[in-house]
């Protein structure tokens, strides 16, 4: 059974950043991609960063320029965030992929305050 667990969630100031973190219990190259979601009130769940196993990122237009995915263990991936907004609160979501099947983490929350 593959398990993900985030933190690195919190409160933080607009302007302000946060690193969380996603560690996976198997290695992360065994799955085609992993990334991070997030979830605000009322809204559906949106991708805001993808790592395939051969590296390639992509980001959703809202992260680019302030959010950088990376995987610097073989067991972890993290979502570095910068010039944190108000709009960015939200629960974040670890993700990861394999063939037909995703994977979730339990999610961290994400609160800026302006």
């Known amino acids: 059974q593959v398990q993900l667990l985030e933190s690195g969630g919190g409160l933080v100031q607009a302007g302000g950043s946060l690193r969380l973190s996603c560690a996976a219990s198997?290695?992360?190259?065994?799955?085609?991609?992993m990334g991070w979601y997030r979830q605000a009130p009322g809204k559906e769940r949106e991708l805001v960063a993808r790592i395939t196993v051969g590296g390639t990122t992509n980001y959703a237009d809202f992260a680019k320029g302030r959010f950088t995915i990376s995987r610097e263990n073989p067991n972890a991936v993290y979502l570095q965030m910068l010039g944190l907004k108000s709009e960015d609160t939200a629960v974040y979501y670890c993700?990861?992929?394999?063939?037909?099947?995703?994977?979730w983490g339990q999610g961290t929350q994400v609160t800026v305050t302006s």
């Open positions: 993700n990861a992929n394999r063939l037909s099947r995703k994977y």
């Open positions: 198997e290695s992360i190259y065994e799955f085609n991609s």
